[in-house]
């Protein structure tokens, strides 16, 4: 964890790491039984799948009847289970357990439908590699309502602590580009920026694309302040920048759809940071849906009591209550943190210090935005403290002397906004 | 989740982004104030003697005790342990002659801690610094017992005990040509105990200022309005108005740019706002020892600051992606 400096007059500083920082690799052998989250909410009278389901590696699995919502299997073997799982903001989830057979067997039907690299085509890229590794954002490409133009390929890591986009763009820079032809045909969009660190200038160049450079200091590399800094749009407040024309994509996703096409095979394997409670992290591969307790027992983690498991990096990431919980398509670390590491949350008031107001990078003055958002009014945060310009960087709650939950008060109260504007447009 | 047969023995924290926090915390905060006053209290205890080490000790003390009193018997969190109510104190005994009463400072921390400061919610929610809501209250209420010449007037210095803006108020700027930069910067004049030596007060002032607890937007525009202001009227009639100098070593001035005007709750955060704030001080400050009837505007003139503080943080840059 990175704390304020002894010089407090500047803005704290946290730089993305570098690769270097993440030394070994380490591969995680397939597990007994992995778990895939569908985004679909769980419906037991829809399913599609079903129980004891032979299922092999790469093969894509509709969930429900009248949906297209898929998982791609990472594993062959047998579904154990399909039960519901509820994540953040009451979201539900539908989790795919399946059971791992002892051969494994690769599927073809991707291969069949896809063909070469030169005739890709939007549907394949939308009807199996939605579930790729980065979470390409296929179905924005064909969204009537969004009209993309621009593909922003984003090879530095939007969070710190994290290597993941470091590490294809370092290892397998050729699949990139590879993905990003396939992209360009499939897509018939030409306008693609690659954005990149510093230090990957050199190796991203020689793709051929135009690069633009991203400071090396977090929160510069969230999408919002990459269309702000780089490409010289701004988003409007509330909307994302697919809202305009925009849509950002991640090395490693782009990388996915590259490899997908050359060898025929969706890719299953995840690659993360895993950051241990000392702080010291490495590289890890493992198969999508593996269960976050078998990396542990793999690198010799122990956890306790009262610990913490982040799924996510340490500002914009997730803390999960199941040490059994899987990797998913988005999942670019895991960190444990001891519980004496855990940073305090207090019901303090707010003292006005000003802090959040010098380091949002949004200009929201947070500590009217906080005041009004305690007291539950969100309707007039909205209105006069820009609650919705908010680019969610964490860096409010990060730097908060109070120790307020300065962040989750936002998220809370955009979420409770969103529900009561669906409320409304529902009930007329 | 997955598996509900599974056992799962530990239970682990959930709780939301973001993971890291700065290490900062109100009571570091608060300490380091302490610790950026220490050097003029010093001085004044020096000066003074053991009188100046009652009334800090007894200020401090008894604004704890009356927070600890006030938040137990409004049956609130106990809030003693994040040092704001100790600064009060000490800031408050700063503020004073060494000579001050006993009951004086009991009752001054109880206006600041109690009226000032806890009425209104408690740390964080008070619209006026608690300290200067007290000695304002305390100064309109005993004005003798604030006359620093009177009140000092047994102790016997290799310096002129005067106090320098109650002479330049009754006896013109002639009064106070003996009193040069350096002196006044030493403490070699009559004033509180903590607000006389400008060096400790300005080495404080810039310590917190680099460790980023007071904002330095504040401190200097202070310095600035009441700089500029005493010139302006220094030089339309330097017969009538001392110059600046006077102005910004004498009184209240730099214990009010540092540690009285930045108070956290009562002034505004956003860079243009803090700016007119403390310009805005510094102008009142000077206003009111020239043309006001009282002899140090200092305090009022915060006061009248922090009134403003909420509507001059309207000021604030347009948040991105906002239209308007």
């Not at chain 1, 919002?224 to 809202?243: F, T």
């Not at chain 2, 939301?16 to 290490?23: I, K, L, M, V």
């Not at chain 2, 009193?69 to 000490?90: L, Y």
């Not at chain 2, 403390?278 to 006061?303: E, M």
């Amino acid at each position: 964890m990175i704390k304020r400096s002894f010089i407090g007059l500047s803005k704290p500083r946290l730089e993305y790491g570098s690769l270097e920082d993440t030394p070994s690799f380490k591969q995680i052998p397939t597990s007994k039984e992995i778990t895939l989250l569908s985004n679909s909410p769980f419906d037991k009278k829809k399913l599609l799948l079903k129980k004891k389901a032979v299922v092999k590696t790469g093969q894509k699995l509709l969930v429900y009847k009248e949906s297209d919502e898929y998982v791609v299997s990472s594993v062959t073997g047998k579904v154990s289970s399909i039960s519901s799982y509820i994540g953040d903001f009451g979201r539900s989830y539908t989790a795919i357990a399946i059971e791992v057979a002892d051969d494994e067997e690769i599927d073809d039907e991707f291969k069949s439908a896809a063909g070469g690299s030169k005739d890709a085509t939007l549907e394949t890229v939308k009807n199996f590699l939605a579930f790729a590794p980065g979470n390409p954002p296929v179905k924005l490409f064909s969204d009537k309502n969004k009209s993309i133009n621009t593909i922003v390929v984003c090879c530095a890591d939007s969070d710190l602590l994290i290597s993941t986009n470091q590490h294809v763009v370092k290892s397998d820079i050729d699949a990139i580009k590879n993905g990003i032809s396939i992209l360009k045909t499939a897509t018939k969009i030409n306008n693609i920026i690659m954005v990149a660190s510093q230090s990957q200038m050199l190796k991203v160049s020689a793709i051929g694309e135009k690069v633009n450079q991203v400071n090396d200091t977090y929160p510069s590399a969230l999408p919002h302040l990459i269309m702000k800094n780089i490409l010289g749009k701004v988003v409007p407040a509330g909307k994302n920048p697919e809202d305009i024309g925009v849509c950002f994509i991640s090395a490693e996703a782009v990388a996915s759809i590259g490899n997908a096409f050359n060898s025929g095979q969706i890719p299953v394997t995840k690659i993360f940071t895993l950051v241990k409670k000392d702080g010291s992290k490495s590289l890890v591969s493992a198969r999508i849906g593996t269960p976050a307790s078998d990396i542990f027992k793999a690198l010799n983690i122990t956890l306790n009591e009262n610990d913490r498991i982040i799924f996510g990096g340490p500002m914009t990431g997730s803390s999960v209550y199941s040490g059994d919980h899987p990797v998913q398509t988005d999942t670019d670390a895991i960190i444990v943190q001891d519980r004496d590491d855990i940073p305090v949350i207090s019901d303090y008031p707010c003292t006005n210090c000003g802090d959040c107001v010098r380091v949002c990078p949004a200009n929201i003055q947070v500590d009217m935005l906080v005041r009004l958002l305690e007291g539950g009014h969100y309707e007039e945060a909205a209105d006069q403290y820009d609650l919705y310009s908010c680019i969610e960087c964490g860096l409010c709650s990060y730097v908060c002397v109070s120790g307020m939950p300065i962040f989750q008060y936002i998220r809370s109260a955009k979420y409770e906004l969103g529900r009561a504007n669906t409320a409304e447009a529902t009930n007329g | 989740m997955v598996d509900n047969n599974m056992v799962d023995t530990n239970k682990f924290i959930v709780s939301h982004a973001p993971f890291w926090h700065d290490g900062s915390k109100i009571s570091t905060r608060n300490y380091n104030i302490a610790l950026a006053a220490l050097p003029a209290i010093l001085l004044g205890i020096i000066f003074y003697g053991m009188p100046a080490v009652g009334v800090i000790s007894l200020s401090i003390s008894s604004a704890i005790i009356w927070e600890f009193v006030f938040r137990r018997v409004t049956k609130r969190s106990n809030t003693i342990g994040d040092g704001s109510a100790a600064i009060i104190g000490m800031l408050f005994g700063m503020l004073l002659p060494a000579t001050a009463p006993w009951w004086l400072v009991i009752l001054g921390t109880f206006v600041a801690v109690v009226i000032g400061k806890q009425i209104y919610g408690g740390i964080g929610a008070n619209p006026f610094n608690p300290v200067v809501v007290a000695i304002a209250i305390l100064m309109i209420s005993w004005k003798d017992l604030f006359d620093f010449n009177e009140a000092l007037m047994n102790y016997d210095f290799d310096f002129a005990m005067v106090y320098p803006l109650a002479a330049l108020k009754h006896f013109g700027v002639s009064a106070v040509d003996s009193f040069n930069a350096g002196d006044l910067l030493m403490g070699k004049q009559s004033g509180g105990i903590g607000s006389t030596f400008g060096l400790g007060l300005i080495a404080g002032g810039i310590y917190l200022i680099i460790r980023g607890i007071i904002r330095w937007e504040i401190a200097l525009s202070f310095l600035a309005g009441v700089f500029i202001t005493a010139l302006i009227f220094n030089m339309t009639d330097s017969a009538r108005y001392a110059g600046p100098v006077i102005h910004l070593f004498a009184g209240y001035t730099l214990i009010g740019a540092f540690f009285l005007a930045t108070e956290d709750s009562s002034s505004p955060v956003n860079f243009i706002p803090m700016l007119i704030y403390g310009v805005g001080a510094g102008f009142l400050t000077v206003l009111i020892r020239n043309i006001g009837v009282y002899v140090d505007g200092v305090i009022f003139a915060i006061l009248i600051m922090n009134l403003t503080s909420p509507l001059l943080d309207k000021i604030k840059p347009k948040a991105i992606g906002k239209a308007a």
